[in-house]
């Protein structure tokens, strides 16, 4: 089952931007489709992007335009740039995997505020 570790969550001001990372380990990065979800306080978790083994991309309506997933598969890599951060940006975000027979592993997640 593949480890998944995400890292660079933060305080950032409105309007800033931010990457998060997703690295991980203990399986064929390749082979996976990768995502993320977040989660605000008191909201349940909301799906966010989805990048494909074929680096196809889908984004949730509330960032399209703004968030841009990426993947580098050299470095067991997947990348969430967060550009026009708005307050309601605020959640833990979530790393997932999902393998070929559709089993999802999840990474612990990573803190980002968004607040002036």
């Known amino acids: 089952q593949v480890r998944l570790v995400e890292s660079g969550g933060g305080l950032v001001q409105p309007g800033g931007s931010r990457r998060l990372s997703c690295a991980a380990s203990g399986s064929t990065f390749s082979i996976y489709h990768m995502g993320w979800y977040r989660q605000a306080p008191g909201k349940q978790r909301e799906w966010v992007s989805r990048i494909t083994t074929g680096s196809r991309t889908n984004y949730a309506d509330s960032v399209k335009g703004r968030f841009t997933i990426s993947r580098d598969n050299a470095k067991n890599t997947v990348y969430l740039q967060m550009n026009s951060l708005k307050p309601e940006d605020t959640a833990i975000y979530y790393c997932?995997?999902?393998?070929?027979?559709?089993?999802?592993?999840w990474g612990q997640g990573t803190q980002v505020t968004v607040s002036s």
């Open positions: 997932y995997a999902d393998d070929p027979t559709g089993s999802r592993s």
